[in-house]
């Protein structure tokens, strides 16, 4: 199987490389967020707070001195944790670890504070950038402690990614983000389906999961040379099956699905939703349009996921569409690649590929968020991860960065990101001018 460059593809090579580095054709994860979609994922970030002059200090340090080692390590405990998402002990570990950072300048937003003693803390957002294009990509607590010298340093700073605010993000600037990476176009995946999710109540919600995959719809429109769509749904809804012929009729929208498994709430051990699934799938496949899944059961709903799961999606769900592509995102994990369902998961991938399973024929996988959610990766972490990505095939393998906001990188930080694994020039390469059937 080959995911080569067609003859179209090639007018692309003249920006697969910049400054003499490869960069991605494609991005294939990409998201676009409407400001009603924002509305009801969004809440209300935290007021800023004044801090005493003692911590004041510290924090306003903590992003001047981020390029400088000598100083960073003054605002370090010998012996400070750092949990970003890696578990990191002491002070020279910490200070290499901030300092080879692939994030992007940001300083530290305070919320709260509390000093008793020698000992206290800092709650505040990460925030990056400044003024109108200020943003919270995540939450940061510093606990502090006073040493024999009577200054403040930080014992241990836990860096959360999330969603504190996001703004918009439209087609223009998904446009300008592709530009400023050297990357030619993205696959955008509708997000009506948070409109659906398990976890909230939305009034009128399968009109304002249609408006959603419209609103998706006439943003990519603009940009047809460089955008290409896929429909977003629940497939547990009852509208789901409405929603897929309604999008397979649209210009737009026809080229493919978007499914988010912990989004919405699907268990792997219940019967009728792998059976409702399987209806998805089956419709999907009689239009002819390639899904991308996130396959990560829901982790607040605390349901089951890792190696039984997956022989589930590919011995009852896959069979359900054995014409169209299907794309895995995120490496069949939620982003990062710390928890180790993650990896149990796409275990069992690697191995129908090696077996030369005839279901997983038409399979791809993105790499969306697998590397850059922290301040580095370890050797160990990195090993595996290139590991997995030669069992399952090269030519398999989708670059992606996810929707730049809540803690994603940009896609020209993510692809930087993403060379810190341990593959040849050749192998980045190979990725790098993948181009999937459902982007010819």
């Known amino acids: 199987m080959s995911l080569r460059l067609s003859v179209s593809a090639l007018p692309f090579l003249a ?10 054709l494609i991005d294939y994860h990409q998201h676009l967020f409407s400001p009603a979609a924002v509305a009801l994922v969004s809440p209300k970030p935290l007021p800023p707070v004044d801090l005493p002059p003692e911590l004041d ?21 010998e012996d400070v944790w750092l949990v970003q998402p890696d578990w990191i ?11 080879r950072s ?4 940001a300083h530290l937003t305070p919320v709260g504070w509390s000093l008793d003693g020698s000992s206290g803390y800092v709650t505040a957002y990460r925030t990056e950038g400044v003024g109108d ?13 006073k040493g024999p010298d009577a200054r403040w340093r930080i014992a241990a700073e836990t860096f959360t990614p999330g969603l504190p605010s996001i703004k ?12 400023a990476a050297g990357i030619r176009r993205a696959l955008v995946l509708s997000v009506a389906y948070t409109f659906g999710a398990a976890n909230r109540t939305v009034e009128n919600e399968y009109e304002k999961v249609k408006a959603e995959n419209d609103w998706t719809s006439q943003q990519v429109a603009r940009y047809p040379d460089r955008l290409r769509a896929f429909c977003g749904v629940n497939p547990l809804k009852d509208y789901a099956l409405d929603e897929l012929a309604r999008c397979a009729k649209d210009p737009q929208l026809h ?26 799938f089956r419709v999907a496949n009689d239009h002819r349009m390639p899904i991308v899944v996130h396959m990560r059961a829901s982790i607040s709903r605390q349901l089951a996921y890792g190696r039984d799961e997956a022989r589930i999606f590919v011995n009852e769900v896959l ?93 020209r930080e993510a692809w930087a990101a993403f060379r810190q694994l341990p593959l040849t020039d050749a192998e980045f390469r190979t990725i790098a001018n993948n181009v999937a059937p459902y982007m010819r």
């Open 15 to 24: 920006l697969c490389a910049v400054n003499g580095q490869t960069r991605p």
């Open 57 to 77: 200090t510290l924090v306003q340090a903590w992003s001047r001195d981020a390029g400088n080692p000598a100083r960073l390590r003054d605002l370090y405990t």
């Open 89 to 99: 002990r002491g002070r020279d570990l910490v200070v290499a670890a901030r300092t």
């Open 102 to 105: 692939t994030r992007s300048p």
């Open 133 to 145: 294009s200020a943003r919270h990509v995540g939450e940061v607590l510093l606990s502090v402690r």
């Open 168 to 179: 918009p993000i439209s087609a223009s600037d998904l446009i300008a983000l592709l530009d």
């Open 255 to 280: 080229f493919g699905l978007k499914l988010h498994i912990g989004n919405s709430g699907v268990d792997y051990h219940n019967a009728q939703h792998i059976e409702q699934l399987r209806r998805v």
């Open 319 to 411: 069979p359900a569409a054995p014409d169209i592509p299907v794309q895995i995102a995120h490496l069949a994990g939620a982003g990062g690649y710390d928890d180790p369902t993650t990896d149990d998961a796409l275990a069992v991938f690697a191995d129908a590929v090696a077996k030369h399973d005839p279901r997983a024929r038409h399979l791809y996988f993105d790499v969306s968020t697998v590397v850059g959610s922290g301040l580095g990766i370890s050797v160990a972490k990195a090993d595996l991860i290139a590991r997995r990505i030669r069992q399952i095939g090269l030519d398999r393998v989708l670059f992606g960065s996810d929707a730049a906001t809540g803690g994603n990188l940009a896609p």
